[in-house]
């Protein structure tokens, strides 16, 4: 049990270093870096507080403490890919809108020119 | 024959991803069945000069800087078409599969009626068209799925043979079925209800390029259908809860 919280401790001090360093240069910007953030530290705090993951074991009604830790790392991560599921599926919406405003104006652009070039007789 | 049209009445838009082998011969033949009418040309980022020979053909081309697939691409044409102030639009796909003939009837279809949408559809007349077994076990499946839906049948669900008038284009305009749009967009407009009609058209092979469809893909598209018809139906109860 000690060497699996240790490792727990280990990968979530990892995942803090890694999305404060991710963060500082500007390959993850601050607001989808608390969701990592969030889930590194609640991870670090379960594995670093025998009181805290024995509750939470009681209160699922798990007998093994390690097995609550892997769900609950299991519940946070979900969490997390839902969030940046509606993320993506927001930036898409918006990728897509801009894409056909591109299309129309310059649709519109190219009507202008061939306009110019041969304006219609009055 | 084609009623008399007015400026900004009727608009064609056609779809196209990489159909240089047909498209030029469908604008022909759109011009040919309607004269006068402008033709627009989706070119959906294709990269084998559909918009060269769409251009040369005599019509004009919206190009999207990325490839969206076919509901983005008919979802441009329509916001185009709104904002132009056209009255109806018929799409006609680039692959040469709609015959354009059938343009003037689905016109009027639209014009006679208070119809949002006319489907052009390939069973009216004949249930056994020169269909693909996988299509036809398709069309078969979101018909029993559509009928407690849209409170009637309906014969083509599949058919992208489609003409819109302004309602429908202000509706799609904001909201369009972006992968696998057209059954989809059957039941966005029934639940603001709206009206649609089909009307028996000609359907040919394709005149050049080949289908995207394959086994895998037509098992996901009726998954994806399934699923976007269902949360249609979701969306507009919820909607109607909050009245």
Not at chain 2, 61 to 66: C, E, K, Q
């Given at each position: 049990?000690?060497?699996?919280?240790?490792?727990?401790?280990?990968l979530?001090?990892?995942l803090i270093?890694?999305v404060l360093?991710?963060?500082?240069?500007?390959?993850?910007r601050?607001?989808?870096?608390v969701?990592?953030?969030?889930?590194a530290?609640?991870?670090?705090?379960?594995?670093?507080?025998?009181?805290?993951l024995?509750?939470?074991?009681?209160l699922?009604?798990?007998?093994?403490p390690?097995?609550?830790?892997?769900?609950?790392?299991?519940?946070?991560?979900?969490?997390?890919l839902?969030?940046?599921?509606?993320?993506?599926?927001?930036?898409?919406d918006a990728?897509?809108?801009?894409?056909?405003?591109?299309?129309?104006l310059?649709?519109h652009?190219?009507?202008?020119?061939?306009?110019?070039?041969?304006?219609?007789?009055? | 024959m084609?009623p008399?049209?007015?400026?900004r009445?009727?608009?064609i838009?056609?779809?196209?991803?990489?159909?240089?082998?047909s498209?030029?011969q469908v604008?022909?033949?759109?011009?040919e069945?309607?004269?006068g009418?402008p033709?627009?040309v989706?070119?959906?980022?294709?990269?084998?000069?559909?918009?060269?020979?769409?251009?040369e053909?005599?019509?004009s081309?919206?190009?999207?800087?990325?490839?969206l697939g076919?509901?983005?691409?008919v979802?441009a044409g329509?916001?185009?078409?709104y904002?132009?102030?056209y009255?109806?639009?018929?799409?006609?796909?680039?692959d040469?599969?709609?015959?354009?003939r059938d343009?003037?009837?689905i016109?009027e279809?639209?014009?006679t009626?208070?119809?949002q949408?006319?489907?052009?559809?390939?069973f009216?007349?004949?249930d056994?068209?020169?269909t693909?077994?996988?299509?036809?076990?398709?069309?078969?499946?979101?018909r029993?799925?559509?009928?407690?839906?849209?409170?009637k049948?309906?014969?083509?669900?599949?058919?992208?043979?489609?003409g819109?008038?302004?309602?429908a284009?202000?509706?799609?305009?904001?909201?369009?079925?972006?992968e696998?749009?057209e059954?989809?967009?059957?039941?966005?407009?029934?639940?603001?209800?709206?009206?649609f009609?089909?009307?028996p058209v000609?359907?040919?092979?394709r005149?050049?390029?080949?289908?995207?469809?394959t086994?895998?893909?037509?098992?996901?598209?009726i998954l994806?259908v399934?699923l976007?018809?269902?949360?249609?139906?979701?969306?507009?109860?919820?909607?109607r809860w909050?009245?």
């Open positions: 049990m000690d060497r699996l919280l240790n490792f727990m401790t280990l979530s001090v990892a270093v890694l360093r991710s963060v500082r240069r500007a390959h993850i601050v607001e989808y870096s969701s990592w953030l969030g889930a530290v609640t991870l670090l705090v379960l594995s670093r507080s025998n009181w805290a024995d509750s939470i074991a009681r699922l009604g798990i007998a093994d390690p097995l609550a830790l892997l769900l609950v790392v299991g519940c946070i991560f979900l969490i997390v839902y969030r940046f599921s509606t993320v993506i599926s927001d930036l898409k990728n897509i809108s801009l894409a056909q405003r591109v299309g129309i310059e649709y652009l190219r009507n202008l020119h061939e306009n110019q070039e041969n304006p219609k007789p009055r | 084609t008399a049209l007015h400026d009445d009727l608009l838009i056609v779809p196209a991803y990489n159909e240089a082998a498209v030029g604008v022909h033949e759109v011009r069945a309607v004269p009418v033709v627009v989706i070119d959906d980022c294709s990269t084998d000069g559909t918009s060269t020979v769409a251009r053909a005599g019509a081309v919206l190009s999207l800087p990325h490839h076919l509901g983005g691409g979802q329509y916001k185009l078409a904002e132009l102030g009255e109806y639009v018929i799409r006609v796909d680039g040469g599969q709609h015959d354009p343009i003037p009837r016109y279809a639209l014009r009626n208070a119809y949408m006319v489907i052009g559809s390939r009216l007349e004949n056994a068209d020169q693909s077994f996988g299509r036809s076990v398709g069309v078969r499946f979101f029993i799925v559509l009928r407690p839906i849209l409170g049948p309906v014969r083509d669900p599949t058919s992208g043979f489609v819109v008038n302004r309602q284009l202000l509706v799609f305009s904001r909201s369009f079925p972006l696998y749009p059954i989809e967009a059957l039941v966005v407009l029934q639940r603001r209800a709206f009206q009609a089909e009307i000609r359907m040919r092979p005149l050049g390029g080949r289908s995207s469809i086994a895998v893909k037509s098992i996901y598209y994806h399934l976007g018809v269902f949360v249609n139906v979701l969306k507009f109860d919820r909607r909050k009245r």
